[in-house]
Nanobody
Framework: VQLQASGGGLVQAGGSLRLSCADS????????MGWFRQAPEKEREFVAA????????LYADSVKGRFTISRDNAKNTVYLQMNSLKPEDTAVYYC??????????????????WGQGTQVTVSS
């Protein structure tokens, strides 16, 4: 698995961005996937996760109702649609593969194959 996150950028509060996470080796379609973020001097935190078929999703309370995770297994890509962005959403966003095919996890240690991340900056 080799993940590449993209789609980040600078946006004003209230704006939208769509992040993409592409698996260039096309091996993650049978795995649950997650998005995490890390702001400067803060711990990496869970944002959203999606089951391998896309039928189940899980969100952090802080993004529920504003962010939507989805996936296209034919394209080996996971997406994070982010609407109504707030300055506190500013962070580097990472996608990752959940190691075990169990219930969706919010714990970073349950994930691997972290990509290099994409910077999201929301100005007030």
């Amino acid at each position: 698995v080799q993940l590449q996150a993209s789609g980040g950028g600078l946006v004003q509060a209230g704006g939208s961005l769509r992040l993409s996470c592409a698996d260039s080796r096309r091996t993650s379609s049978n795995n649950h996937m997650g998005w995490f973020r890390q702001a400067p001097e803060k711990e990496r935190e869970f944002v959203a996760a999606i089951s391998w078929r896309g039928g189940s999703t899980l969100y952090a309370d802080s993004v529920k109702g504003r962010f939507t995770i989805s996936r296209d297994n034919a394209k080996n890509t996971v997406y994070l649609q982010m609407n109504s962005l707030k300055p506190e959403d500013t962070a580097v966003y990472y996608c990752a593969v959940q190691r075990r095919l169990m219930g969706l996890s919010t714990t970073p240690n349950e994930y691997s194959y972290w990509g290099q991340g994409t910077q999201v900056t929301v100005s007030s």
